[in-house]
């Protein structure tokens, strides 16, 4: 059986990978970057989500020996032209501060009407090998923001991002709901064929 790394400390992601990989039927034991504690977190140096995946895709490959999936997300808000994209995490200047980063777009966003809230979660995901050979698969969730944040589940952005056809945010969707329409869940199953191929 293909170990297969996941570029990730967040069990949430190697969880739903690992039941995408077991839908497929693909045979191969998967890992987080837990797994390797010696090996450091790669900078994120690119200017795009797949440069992003890419990087940390390769980087665990190569120093493991071991092919790897990486992904790379954010929230892209067409008024602000795809900001925060890329800087989503650290939008308000502390990385993984969630809930200061969502005060933050709020605030920016307080003068824009509704018919100008769309958005979309943006999500890259990378295979490398370790002889260097790349997949990379984008996937997307197009919604619209909220004025004001709702519901409890999921992370970041969750509470204020609306689906479109939806009239739940992404924080009042079960687990299983979102990861069956989101970014991440498109991206990562975008994937599998690639997976297939390279891993057999
Ligand atoms: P890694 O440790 O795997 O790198 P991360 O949390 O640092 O995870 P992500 O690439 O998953 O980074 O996401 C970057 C930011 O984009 C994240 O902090 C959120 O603010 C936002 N984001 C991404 N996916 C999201 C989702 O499904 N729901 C809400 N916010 C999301």
């Known amino acids: 059986m293909h170990r297969l790394i996941l570029a990730t ?12 990989l077991a839908d497929a039927g693909l045979d191969v034991e998967l890992v987080g970057a837990d797994a390797y504690p010696e090996i450091p977190d790669v900078k994120e140096t690119g200017v795009t989500f797949a440069e992003n995946a890419l990087l940390k895709a390769h980087a665990l490959a190569r120093a493991t020996g071991h092919p790897a999936v990486a992904d790379d997300s954010g929230l892209c808000v067409d008024v602000l032209g795809g900001a925060p994209g890329i800087f989503s995490a650290r939008w308000s ?16 966003l307080a003068d824009i009407a509704d018919a100008h809230r769309t ?14 050979t790349e997949r990379v698969v984008e996937g997307r969730l197009e919604g619209t923001l909220r004025h004001t944040p709702a519901g409890s589940g999921g992370f970041g952005y969750d509470p204020i991002l609306q689906p479109l056809g939806d009239s739940r ?23 599998v064929p690639g997976v297939r191929e390279l891993l057999g």
Do not use: M, Y
């Open 9 to 20: 400390r967040n069990a949430n992601k190697v969880t739903e990978l690992r039941a995408i």
């Open 93 to 108: 200047g502390t990385h993984g501060d969630d809930q200061a980063n969502l005060d933050l777009l709020l605030a920016q």
């Open 119 to 132: 958005a979309h979660f943006a999500c890259a995901a990378a295979l490398a090998l370790p002889d260097g």
């Open 169 to 191: 945010t992404c924080a009042e969707l079960t687990p299983e709901e979102k990861n069956a329409i989101s970014h991440r869940g498109k991206a990562f199953r975008g994937l």
